[in-house]
Structures are given as C-alpha cells and as structure tokens.
C-alpha cells in the first residue's frame, strides 16, 4: 500500500468516536470507571457493546473524492491530516480505543502500542537517536533494553553513558556532564534519558524528580523516558514526577493473564508523534486481537494489581521472619534511606514482584522451587497466577559473574511474582516447601 504516504513525514493521526464524558458535575471520572467505555461508541459497531474485532488490513473510502482528500490530508496539501483510518500497518479500532484508555492510567496526552514491550522501547529509541548520539541510561535496564542500546544501537554509531538507580542530584549532574561532552567530542547530542523503575532484576528505584532537575539545568530539550513495567500503571505514575515518555511491557500486569505479549509508550503528543511516525513506517503496532485481549484486562487490571499487592504484602511479612530466608528483596520493606526517600515520593504501592534470599545457595533454592505446588516455574511477572524462578541460572545465567556480584544476583536468590490466588493458600505453600529446603 501506499507508496504515496510519506508516513515519516506525514503520520496519520486517529479517528475519534463521540467524545465520551471524563466527569460528572465536576468530579473526574476515576480510570477504573473509564476501562469499561472510554474511546468506543458503540453507535459505530452496530450498537455491539464491546468493540468487535476489527480484522482488516485495509479501509475503505467513501468515495474518490473522499480518498483523494485523504492523501491531500496526509501529504500536507491540506491542512488537518488524515481522517479515519487508511491501513493496518498504521492503526486500526481496537488499536485506538486500546491506546485512549492507555493514556488515561498516565495521565498521557497520546499513547501508541506494539507488538511487544521491546518493540515498544527498541522503536522509542530509534525515533530519537541518530549516528553519533549518546543515550544516557539508569543501570540495571532489563537485559534485552540494556543489549539493544550496548550491542545494537552501537553499531548505528550511538554510544551510553549508564549510571547506578539511587543516582543522587550531584552525581546525575556529573553524568549529564560526562554525556554532554561525549555527544560534543563525537558530533551528535544527547539524545534521550532513559529509566527502568524499579530496575528489574534489583528492584532498585530511580529518583526521577532529581533527574528532571538535572535534565533541566543540562539538557533541556533532551527527553526522558522511563520503563515502568513493574509498578505501572497503578503503583507508579512517572509522568507526575517529571518523565516525558513512559514504556510498558503489557505482556506484565496490564495484560495480566500470562496469555499475550505487547507493550507501548505514552506521553505528551509531541514526544509521541516522531514514534509514531517511525511505527508508521515500520509496523510493530500490536495486532487486533491482542489489542481486544488488552481491553478486556484493563476492565480489571485495577481489581487484580490491588490483590497481588495485598498477598505480596502478606506473603513478604511471612516470608521476613522465617528462620531459612537470609532477606527479601521487597519494596514494603527498604532498608536503605535514600531508596526509602525515593519511594515515599514515587510510588503508590510496593507491588508483588520481589527476591527471596534463601539460607544456602543454589541447591536449597532449587528444593524450594520443586516442592512449590501453587506457585509455577517460569520467568515473567504481573500474572493472576504465582511464578517463581531462579534468575542466576536461570534469566541471568549468560551474565558475567562480576556483574552478578554488582547487581547482587546471588545463588541464593529466588524471585517471585505474586498472583491473585487466596493469601493464606500461598503462605501455606511457601511454608511447606521452605519445611522440604
Ligand atoms: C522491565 C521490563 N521491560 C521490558 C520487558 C520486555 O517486554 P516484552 O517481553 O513484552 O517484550 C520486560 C520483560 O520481561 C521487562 O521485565
């Protein structure tokens, strides 16, 4: 299709159904109450209730005169853009409606999707980064994030400069410093600032606020994103804090059922739009039936993310005094003040991913894992079901050792994701499978 469209250029904005109401007499509609109409007018679908699934690759115009002022639209000789939708590669229905209701957890002006989380990060980096840039980045990133901009984006001519999560305003100062003259030696500028809050697999958390300053005093026109998989989008709002583009993997908690993979990004429409552009081009947009899978769990991604934290709470406060656990790695119970600070300000919840150091090393962690009975195996989080995995042989197995060590990925770890199974089922689990360790 259309040879014509210069989608970079041109990228072609969204068709909106009848404006819904955001608030009654006054009072905000909360996003709980949104994910059950918010962007779908049934009026458009036969008065379907739910969106149906749109599985087209193509739309058609009303007439030619109506295709002809499409493409004057998108092409620039006509004010305005396009009107409707024109291809799938683009966007289509459920894609839509699925990214209004994505904007309302962030309180986002536009959000896209993708057919995955790393298409979504992979994509966001490319629309800002050109040859010679340097992005600076938050250390750990989710291996594949940290791969991409090391192994990848490297061989387009983009280096990093990475600093450790609890980075303090002084020592942002100085790596926005560091990146600053890096981009100035090699020609290009800094091109993004991009954050994993908490960092997967530490858990550690990034003061986004003093990155927003720092940003501020250096680089003002420099964007910052941040991956908020793990605590979005109920336990963390990082546009409140000073973000710019905040990332998911909605293959986690928002899809929440460990039945899809898809991610996607939202933000103010001018951050958006170059991604857009570069989506419009390349394609990644999450297809419709996932988009239509993604509906359904926003209705109650509110209802299932409370319950996960409720039993991590519960599991955690268990699991802390047991005579075989070393420690936890859990974001109710910080040690550290700095990261204490850095939470009370940042976070609305602990969420129900964390560590549990077993007393011992790989063997006792691997007795506790196989006599697990509710708990599954398997790497991933965010799902209604409890997981657990080994991440030093496991996820983290091809890391080098000294690198372990510094993130504190020990034999003895076990991380755990929290479902919403009953509470007590899943202490008496644990109880009995830390009696076989
Ligand atoms: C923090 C974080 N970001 C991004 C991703 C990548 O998401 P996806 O698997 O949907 O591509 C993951 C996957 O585990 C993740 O944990």
Same mark, same amino acid.
């Given at each position: ?20 109401? %955001?608030?009654?007499?006054? %009072? ?12 779908? $007018? ?10 149906? /699934?749109?599985?087209? =690759? ?16 998108? &092409? ?22 699925? #990214? ?18 790393? &298409? ?52 942002? $100062? ?38 927003? +300053? ?7 026109? @420099? ?34 059922? =460990? ?8 933000? *103010? ?7 857009? +552009? ?21 209705? !109650? ?6 319950? *996960?934290?409720?039993?991590? +709470?519960?599991? @955690? ?24 600070? /850095?939470?009370?300000?940042? @976070?609305?919840?602990?969420?129900? !991913? ?19 009975? /509710? ?9 209604? #079901? ?6 030093? =042989?496991?996820?983290?197995? =091809? ?21 919403? #199974? ?8 644990? *109880?009995?499978?830390? $009696?076989?360790?």
């Amino acid at each position: 299709m259309p040879d014509a469209v210069d989608a970079v250029e041109t990228p072609t904005p969204r068709r909106k159904p009848k404006p819904a109401k %955001r608030e009654i007499n006054g %009072r905000p509609l909360s996003p709980a109450t949104l994910m059950m109409g918010h962007g779908f $007018d049934p009026v458009l679908s036969e008065g379907s209730l739910k969106p149906p /699934i749109f599985l087209t =690759s193509t739309f058609a115009f009303e007439s030619a005169a109506a295709g002809k002022r499409h493409f004057e639209g998108i &092409t620039g000789l006509r004010e305005g853009g396009a009107e409707g939708l024109v291809y799938s590669r683009f966007n289509g229905p459920n894609q839509e409606i699925l #990214e209004d209701r994505l904007a309302v957890w962030d309180g986002a002006e536009d959000a896209l999707t993708f057919s995955s989380g790393m &298409t979504a990060i992979c994509i966001l980096m490319m629309a800002y980064a050109s040859q010679n840039d340097v992005i600076v980045h938050s250390g750990p990133l989710y291996a594949a994030s940290e791969g991409f901009v090391a192994k990848v984006l490297n061989r387009f001519g983009v280096s990093y400069v990475d600093f450790p999560a609890g980075a303090t305003r002084e020592e942002l $100062d100085a790596v926005l410093a560091k990146a600053k003259a890096q981009a100035a030696e090699r020609g290009g500028k800094v091109a993004m600032i991009y954050l994993e809050s908490p960092a997967n697999p530490t858990n550690a958390l990034v003061d986004v606020e003093a990155v927003q +300053a720092a940003r501020d005093a250096a680089l003002p026109e @420099c964007p910052i994103a941040i991956d908020n998989t793990f605590l979005g989008p109920l336990w963390s709002r990082p546009l409140d804090h000073g973000a710019d583009i905040v990332a998911y993997s909605l293959t986690k908690y928002v899809g929440g059922h =460990s039945d899809l993979v898809a991610g996607s990004i939202a933000g *103010a429409k001018k951050w958006i739009a170059p991604v857009r +552009a570069l989506r419009n081009t390349m394609g990644g947009i999450v297809d419709p039936n996932t988009a239509w899978m993604l509906l359904r769990s926003l209705e !109650t991604v509110e209802l299932r993310m409370q319950r *996960a934290g409720e039993n991590a +709470a519960k599991v @955690c406060a268990f699991l802390r005094d047991h005579p075989k656990v070393e420690g936890l790695g859990y974001l109710g119970f910080i040690s550290d003040a700095r990261q204490q600070d /850095i939470y009370d300000r940042h @976070c609305l919840g602990a969420g129900s !991913t964390f560590s549990v150091f077993i007393k011992g090393g790989e063997a006792e962690c691997f007795r506790f894992l196989d006599n697990l009975t /509710i708990a599954k195996l398997a790497v991933s989080l965010g799902g209604t #079901e409890t997981l657990a995995s080994h991440p030093a =042989s496991m996820t983290h197995l =091809s890391v080098p050792q000294a690198r372990k060590d510094l993130l504190g990925i020990t034999d003895n770890l076990v991380r755990i994701s929290v479902g919403i #199974e009953d509470a007590g089922d899943l202490i008496a689990d644990f *109880a009995q499978a830390l $009696d076989a360790v």
